[in-house]
């Protein structure tokens, strides 16, 4: 056998599996050791220079060195999101099989553009993609594709809506003051003037305020715009808030406008059957956004966005190309290119595939349910503590709360700076990690409860944190 000579960059294969063994080492036991971690972990910048910085060197220095002061001084500087008391933003916590999917398509350096470059991920895109489709009640006529998150999807939605109402010159786009900093984003980036980016109030229950959305859409209209899409919530980040579906598609096929539901954590509650109830009216949207990487428990990044009528996605993204006319070979085959704006894609669906078929649904399910029950226990240990209260009903895994002590009468600023206290410590405390969200101006704690690894006793020893933190908080303000 003639030998093969190694390339400048290559490793024999006794490097290569030494180095791949250490690094599955490395996170076997990070995972294994992560309830009893900090859940949050940062540096200052000075300090992070001073250990990485510099020019890049011209020599290499051997791999397992490198990879362990990656291990040690790079990755642990970061919020660990998949730790059991990680209740800020909203968590990620991905099964080991997601994570070993990514380690496998990096491997094969997979490419899932066309189906010419891979249709084995092309298959596998199709077959989650259809799943998705299944658990939000869309027809078989729909489709779409998975995506880096929800930040994509909203620009591939508006885009497609902008070209399915053929690329209106005044266009306007509606959302509720809480919906997320990403659809007015991808709003801009399809074009929509910043001035016609339209926030419709919400009440006390920070759903969208149908009536007053309505009038605004008829002063635009009497102005001389033309309303483009509705964008409305399954779940916001801020109190997990679902808008009022039905009303909203009705409103939308009266006015001929177009529904996009941005479910991009709340979507996947859909295959519980609590979820799914909460999520009436999703399947009449004309698209919707969702995350895997946050309540379908996989590894960053795995969005999708699904639209009822697939064919408006090739409409709006397909575009021929002189270099790729060789993909005539996956004719009548999709090519997930002409569905969205990247061509370069990660093989996205190998992990979502993978997971599911190791576990199986009914545990998905019991992982989904476990969070919707945690979030509801929750909601009655802050309304049975005499220290807390209860801020907004919960909605979706996310409790909103403060301390607000009912055995003494706090004015609105007092609270403010009580609570900011109580949050700074958390911050820097071992326990757990939350954040903060405003509820129309008042400053509110936010636990957000998705992870599969986390119990009730996680959430029960923050939140009595929380209470002993505002006591002390309240005993040493003058």
Known sequence: MARVEQSELGMSPQEMRRLAARAAEILVERACGLGDAKAWDGEFR????????????????????????AARDVLPYAARLDHPRFFGFVPSSPTWPGVVADFLAAGFNINSCTWLVSSGTGQLELVVTDWIRGWIGYPESAGGLLTSGGSAASVEAMVTAREAAGHPEAPAVYMSDQSHSALKRAALIAGVRRDCIRLAPTGDDFRTDMHELARMVARDRDAGLQPLALCANAGTAGTGAIDPLPAMADFCERQGIWLHVDAAYGGFAAITDEGRASLDGIERADSVGLDAHKWFFQPYEAGALLVKDRRRLENAFAIGHDVLQDTVWGKNHPNF???????????????????????????????????????????AHVEADPMLELMTPVSLGIVCFRVNPADRACDEDTLDEVNRRVLARVFWDDLAFFSSTSLKGVFSLRMCILNHSTGWDDVRRTLEMVSRFGKEALVRRP
Do not use: C, H, Y
């Open 337 to 379: 290119a002409d569905r969205g704006q990247q061509l370069s894609r990660a093989a996205r669906a190998l992990k979502i595939w993978m997971s599911v078929q190791t576990f199986g649904m009914a545990r998905f399910r019991a992982a989904v349910q476990n969070g919707l029950d945690l979030a509801r226990r929750a909601g």
């Open 46 to 69: 000075q300090i992070l220079e001073a250990q990485l910085g510099g020019p890049p060197p011209e020599l290499g220095r051997p791999a397992e060195e490198v990879l362990e002061q």
